[in-house]
């Protein structure tokens, strides 16, 4: 090695002025689900529906096994695309239009391609613009089981590299994805209700009234976990996992710390509103839109509850019905001299960290219990 | 949705006030044992027979792979109670007679029932009562192989919500649980010998002395790692987990933190005792009584030790002898100007924080090594 | 129990006057690799090579299923030496010759032997000495497939426990071990380039210039998740996860605190280093040498580099090509006034904490993509 090697350092990641409209990414790697995964978010989450718990019972419904939840198929998927789409982010503005497909097991690997859809500079702010993007995820590719398992949208600010640089700006049509949730069918011979022990008995379809909110009564502490969490997903951002970056420069960064992955609280929510609300769904349709509206950090305690604002019967499948909510997540903030409210206790204001408008299928006790 | 919802919280668990002498809960959900939570556990406590760490040499033995080890056998088990039983508990006051059946498998599914023995209202706190249960566990209900793999009995000091209901007192009988420890026979065509050197050479029965007591020499500092290993467990109970909880009233809590979840330390203490006490036997046969002594909490270092009370021949198995023991857990506290001693050094106490009398079914040299 | 029981504590793991020269310990243990185990490591690590991260690549390359990365393949092999080589460790000062065979999968168990080859005891302190060992890890020994996965020596300083005892000193030669890299075949009728979109397109073969330093982009901040980490490996070291004992005495320890095991900011450079480096190698040919040049503890953000060395064709194989490069591990530590400069931002010092010196087969562009 001579002394003064050259020194390379890439720049990863995309930055503003790099994405072209219609441009498709098939972003590399892909992830097997294996048992550990599944394992530390499944249950890290407080995840309660016994599909993806208990194997005999998926197995006894039509599953080919314990299935994978879809806030961990989310976090899956997702964290594909975030070196190409949002490396070089500094926020994630919102989830469209999130729909699922094909369930996934164990052993599945997923596989994401992305459409740039919109491209648009800030008129405020030449250094930041908004691109919107359409995500497809596939299982087992080329294999005989191949079928999309997720399709969503997304819009993110991304920062521009060079000022000077012209961007493509406009915005094309998203691609049709024929991606509908698969519902094992209802088989009269099965022993549904030898097995509903197994689930909550309250939250069939006919227990929701629209116009109720369940504030849904476990909370969790977030740890410094997080870190090995996101890692473990494959997200590289560096704002969830390199202190001496943020010691560099702490104004730079929100808080001035390491801060959450949006995906942790987006699916711990999810667990923490299970045993009230999806405990008997056979899984979620649609999440229409969502959004993060405040960070979390290692050390906040994170609650949630569920708006009921609909129900309607499922086109096809009268043993199930959709039930039409709004997730919300939330944590408590120190705040000098508050008093006591219906929202938060005294010496504290209650902060909505996240909100996701969410429809969800679920079971009728008229036909499993 | 209309801008004044129907709030609902979920009350979960049981008071005192709820359980009837007799009555059976089937708890939800159930739990299917993967490779992650195996993992999580099992090495996590440094447990050293190979029959949870080798596969080749757990099927040489005659099981079908790596064996579940009781402590995570418990875990499991014991968790999917919590919620019906011990939600609302103030602590949890005895383990009885907790008896192992059939060995535990990576996939095997594993599912509980509780039935009430006794309830008991305290006689100084109107508040508080004890309640008596006794608890079963079945892996792959209604498959080929369902077994038994575990029962047992405990008391648990539960709080009343409402202190003008009647509790209804009384006590009635355990049932017969037909619940053995499964032992794999042994074959003397076998090459045990050839594998012999995969455990340690100085714990076969032969070995033991009754009347020692055995310090075993690693200690293992626990770190808030424990909210995350709770979690994956199902164990639900909010003094594990939920900072901001403790925060409004950190009075009400022992110690004013979150406070370890016993099943940790339980099963931590066997862990660090294998090395010494079972890293040569075939499955533990009944801990017949066990407590917490005193809290644990994120930061403490647990170290255990093994007194050798007794041993005996098996009923029907030459090859093997049951050994009678008591496993005890400690930690060190700082104590202002605490002399040195045999039990501590200068500045510490020592605490007790663990007690279980266990019979373990040990290998004898004269047939396996 | 008597009052007065008799109290044992074993001495675990041998001391410089143990070791006697050409002989061999079979340690004890072994581990089969579960999907918990790999989920945590590699993931943890950021690699992203997809040979471990997506199965049905790896399946269309030739291998069996996911393929556990080098950096793991040595965590657990090197684990399993610790009680009887250097569990009285005062340092490791070297690895040496460290050489890859068999791929290693999910479910396949490494049991290792280890040698002595050379004990000196210091010329300065009487209290320690040098052993030099030769270990080698076997996979599903006893089976059809049992195969050597990876061999090694190294050099670790060793307490003498009694001063009085005399040493085995010398040294013994090597034994010749055949372990060389399994290579998947090269098969023209592959669709390799059908898969080429899911591994990083400028890390082929071509793409290596000797004399060119890369700096690694991605930072990862170590938490206390490192004792279990540790405790998951088997590495029974109390250094690393034993509080109590270091607050006895912090002065005898480094730092005065717990210090994170070695193995894991070996295989933490390796990941970071993975999207530059081996994002298209089919394997680790050899370690030459490697040491830790500095200590790691929690809170420390850990960042690497590759020194491109030299390139060489592969002797049998004209699809792949072998890389000699440097892997070169480094932290930044607070230094008061220090100014700016090439190597650290200002009021920091750069500390070099690992080195290897490491031959990979990368696959060559004009074969696979």
Redesign the interface.
């Known amino acids: 090695?001579?002394e003064t090697?050259?020194?390379?350092?890439?720049?990863?990641g995309n930055h503003l002025e790099d994405f072209r409209l219609g441009q498709v990414f098939?972003h590399?790697?892909?992830?097997?689900v294996?048992?550990?995964?599944?394992?530390?978010f499944t249950?890290?989450?407080?995840t309660?529906n016994?599909l993806a718990?208990?194997?005999?019972?998926a197995r006894?419904y039509g599953y080919r096994g314990?299935v994978v939840p879809p806030g961990l198929v989310m976090l899956v998927a997702f964290s594909q695309t975030v070196e190409d789409v949002s490396e070089n982010a500094r926020a994630n503005l919102e989830y469209i239009d999130m729909r699922f497909g094909a369930p996934v097991y164990?052993?599945d690997?997923i596989?994401v391609e992305t459409k740039v859809l919109g491209v648009k500079p800030s008129s405020s702010n030449p250094k930041l613009g908004v691109v919107h993007v359409q995500s497809t995820a596939r299982k087992?590719?080329?294999?005989a089981d191949e079928a999309i398992v997720m399709t969503w949208q997304r819009k993110v600010q991304v920062w521009k590299r060079d000022e000077s640089k012209t961007v493509d700006e406009g915005e094309v049509a998203p691609d049709e994805v024929a991606c509908e949730l698969w519902l094992p069918p209802h088989q009269p011979g099965r022993d549904y209700k030898?097995m509903a022990?197994?689930?909550?008995g309250?939250t069939y379809f006919e227990d929701f009234?629209p116009?109720?909110?369940?504030?849904h009564?476990?909370?969790?502490?977030m740890?410094?976990?997080h870190?090995?969490l996101t890692?473990?997903?494959?997200n590289?951002s560096?704002v969830h996992?390199?202190?001496?970056?943020i010691d560099?420069n702490p104004k730079q960064y929100v808080g001035g710390r390491?801060i959450i992955f949006g995906g942790i609280p987006f699916t711990l929510c999810l667990g923490l509103s299970c045993?009230?609300v999806h405990?008997n769904a056979l899984g979620d349709l649609v999440y229409h839109t969502g959004r993060h509206t405040a960070p979390l950090f290692a050390?906040d305690?994170v609650?949630a509850a569920t708006?009921i604002?609909g129900k309607r019967d499922h086109a096809t499948r009268p043993d199930v019905g959709i039930l039409e909510t709004?997730l919300l997540g939330h944590?408590?903030e120190k705040s000098e001299g508050a008093a006591a409210s219906d929202e938060a206790?005294a010496g504290y204001k209650k902060t909505q960290i996240f909100e996701l408008d969410r429809d969800i299928v679920v079971k009728r006790r008229s036909h499993y219990a």
């Open positions: 090695m001579s090697p050259r020194v390379l350092r890439k720049i990863t098939r590399k790697g892909g992830k097997t294996t048992e550990g995964i599944f394992a530390s249950e890290f989450t407080m309660t016994p718990k208990n194997a005999r019972y006894a314990l164990v052993g690997t596989e087992n590719v080329g294999e030898g022990h197994l689930s909550s309250d009234a116009g109720t909110r369940i504030e009564w476990r909370g969790r502490t740890t410094d976990e870190i090995h890692a473990v997903l494959d590289t560096q996992c390199n202190q001496h970056m560099l390491l045993p009230d405990d050390g305690t609650f708006e604002r709004r944590k408590f206790p």
